[in-house]
């Protein structure tokens, strides 16, 4: 499992472990994992050139120790420095020391370079990068050399992935005994790059920030049947979904619940029809909801239009229940607060932007804040759908799960209906919302890989990948 701590717990562990260390380790040791990184990226280091870009703070030592380590091994090393009273004296004296070189013109050892480092601002960094640094980032995006940043790209915010102004557009990012936040969280992922952790020994105390299964966390969490097992002790769950508009949803939801783990599937609603049609093996009715039957939990809202009571009368039932697409429109919040079994909300940003009364932009912007706040207000847990799915649990207390499967070929119409499926089938099977969002979303990232590989698809496909992603996780 990946994981992501906030600024103040890496700051802590770093100087408890500082006081353990003799002066000037714990730097070391960090410089020595990103100039083996540089090293790699060029296939070695004799005859290359690297060109620094130094902050003032620590992350700039940080380069210019990576640089000493890389002039010493005869690489031809230029420092560019932002802020030259106050770069950090020790490492650019060590620097100058191994045959390093001030730029005297840092566009020109820039575009000669065949890599740059990025070493302008830490995970302090507040607001996007000063006009000069946006300016050398900028030449280094254009240029043909890999960049490099340490510890996080410039101009990111670290505990929230949000990105005010500009920031470093790196390749590669090398950070430093944990991952940030702003690492497995867009939109600052996107300016990560591929992304290398490089342990220096701190040991990182109570929950982190942030979480990402991956398939041994998954895999513990799927369903299995027993001996034993009959249909209602693997879970029913009911589907409300589809309407004369959007008759495709119900068979969509339906499609991802049966291949979600749960023991049969109860469908209600208008498209009936085409729900038997299609699978055979649901059992249908035309409603109400109360009078379908015994389910262990519903999903309700997938293109259901604006049947509010449906919505209101799942809501009253005493299961777990998942609310997507117009459900999250029609549930009254007070109801959703008040309930006593759980609730799961599957929003996307322009859903979530709605239900927060903001607009999308501000939550594609502060993806965290914007999950925590809505399950904060609805008293449920939330998946928030995107490039980078998030889950929180009940209330948005304690770790975010950040979901690290997925493709961008999953933008496709239908695609939410079979998350909301596989989800509610989850549920149904006796997952908590938390776990059963960000397990729904693991699977339905995967089988969106799977059924892509490379080439467009429809909603249809992914769900049916979804039982070969289930065998590549248990397998």
């Not at 940030?180 to 952790?197: F, Q, S």
């Not at 304690?398 to 496709?412: H, M, S």
Request: aromatic share 4%; with cysteine.
């Amino acid at each position: 499992m990946r994981t992501a701590y906030g600024v103040e717990t890496v700051r802590a562990a770093e100087r408890e472990l500082m006081a353990r260390l003799p002066e000037g380790a714990l730097m070391q040791r960090a410089a020595a994992g990103l100039a083996a990184t540089c090293a790699d990226l060029q296939g070695g280091v004799y005859g290359t050139r690297t060109t620094l870009l130094v902050g003032s703070g620590d992350n700039g030592g940080d380069a210019l120790y990576a640089g000493t380590r890389l002039a010493r091994r005869g690489a031809a090393v230029t420092a560019v420095l932002l802020a030259a009273d106050r770069t950090h004296a020790a490492g650019l004296a060590a620097f100058l020391r191994a045959g390093g070189r001030v730029s005297t013109d840092p566009e020109s050892d820039i575009a000669a370079a065949g890599l740059v480092v990025d070493g302008i601002v830490g995970i302090g960094g507040k607001g996007g990068l000063r006009p000069r640094a946006a300016e050398l980032a900028d030449a280094a995006h254009r240029s043909d050399a890999v960049v490099v940043a340490v510890d996080l790209p410039s101009g990111v915010e670290a505990d929230t992935g949000e990105v005010h102004g500009d920031a470093v557009r790196a390749d590669v990012t090398v950070t430093f005994g944990t991952y940030k936040p702003a690492l497995l969280i867009d939109p600052a992922r996107e300016y990560a790059g591929a992304v290398r952790l490089v342990e220096i020994g701190l040991e990182l105390p109570g929950e982190p920030e942030l979480e990402a299964f991956q398939f041994a966390e998954v895999a513990r969490l799927l369903p299995e049947p027993g001996a034993e097992s009959d249909k209602y002790r693997r879970g029913v769950v009911g589907i409300v979904a589809g309407s004369a508009r959007y008759p495709g949803a119900a068979v969509l939801a339906v499609a991802g619940a049966l291949r979600g783990g749960a023991g049969a599937v109860r469908y209600v609603g208008s498209r009936a029809d085409a729900v038997i049609a299609r699978f055979p093996e649901a059992l249908v009715s035309d409603g109400p909801p109360s009078k379908a039957g015994r389910v262990q939990a519903w999903v309700v809202g997938p293109g259901i239009g604006d049947d509010a009571e449906a919505v209101a009368e799942v809501l009253a039932a005493d299961v777990p229940v998942l609310v997507d697409a117009d459900g999250l429109r029609l549930a009254d919040r007070a109801v959703v607060r008040g309930r006593s079994a759980p609730t799961l909300l599957t929003p996307h940003a322009g859903e979530a932007a709605a239900l927060l009364g903001v607009e999308r932009g501000e939550v594609e912007g502060a993806r965290l804040g914007a999950v925590r706040e809505l399950a904060g207000r609805y008293g449920a847990a939330v998946l928030l759908k995107g490039a980078t799915t998030l889950v929180v649990g009940a209330g948005g207390r304690g770790v975010v799960r950040v979901n690290p499967t997925g493709t961008a070929w999953l933008a496709t119409a239908g695609s939410g209906d079979v998350l909301s499926g596989l989800g509610g089938s989850l549920l149904a099977a006796g997952l908590v919302a938390g776990d059963a969002g960000a397990v729904a979303a693991y699977l339905h990232g995967l089988a969106g890989r799977l059924a892509a590989e490379g080439a467009p698809v429809g909603a249809h496909d992914v769900a049916e990948a979804l039982p070969r992603a289930w065998r590549d996780v248990r397998g």
